[in-house]
């Protein structure tokens, strides 16, 4: 079951064979929560496939990317709260990419976001203003500016109530 569901879907129009946005989830699920039946799921779908992946192929998920699963793109802010907002963990920023794309065709993107197993807490993900575009913009911002960035989907899981830590 999930709760919450937030969908945003939109056509948009190829000028090349590609195209890519760059990304970020966050969560405040991270990680007294990870492996646990509470957390947050989100995909990008492009043709009935997910494109949220890390570079590995594997999909973005609290389960996937924490301190012990992919850690290289995890990013903690339970422990310090070095950075400047209330989220317990985020990943790097990622890229999404579509490829095998039809220059002049219209296609159509779906971005959705769930609660799973509870509807409280809050996760999001946060688009990169200005990097949805047909080659990969480099150049990513720093973590703690990232926000200024996002357009779209910000706070995309709405208001959540507080689970006690354990």
Request: proline share 3%.
């Amino acid at each position: 079951s999930t709760y919450d569901a937030t969908i945003l879907s939109f056509d948009f129009v190829s000028y090349s064979d590609s195209a890519y946005f760059n990304y970020m989830f966050v969560s405040d699920e991270y990680t007294e929560y990870v492996a646990s039946q509470y957390h947050y799921v989100f995909a990008f779908f492009f043709n009935g496939s997910n494109i949220a992946l890390l570079p590995n192929g594997t999909p973005v998920t609290i389960n996937n990317v924490n301190n012990g699963s992919n850690s290289s793109y995890y990013n903690d802010n339970d422990s310090n709260g070095a950075f400047p907002f209330e989220y317990d963990g985020f990943t790097d920023m990622l890229t999404a990419s579509i490829t095998n794309l039809i220059a002049g065709q219209t296609y159509s993107i779906t971005l959705a976001i769930a609660d799973a197993g509870d509807s409280i807490l809050d996760s999001g993900v946060f688009l990169q203003a200005g990097s949805f575009s047909d080659v990969i913009i480099s150049g990513v911002p720093e973590p703690s500016t990232f926000f200024l960035l996002g357009t779209g989907l910000v706070g995309f899981a709405l208001v959540g109530r507080k689970r006690k830590k354990a």
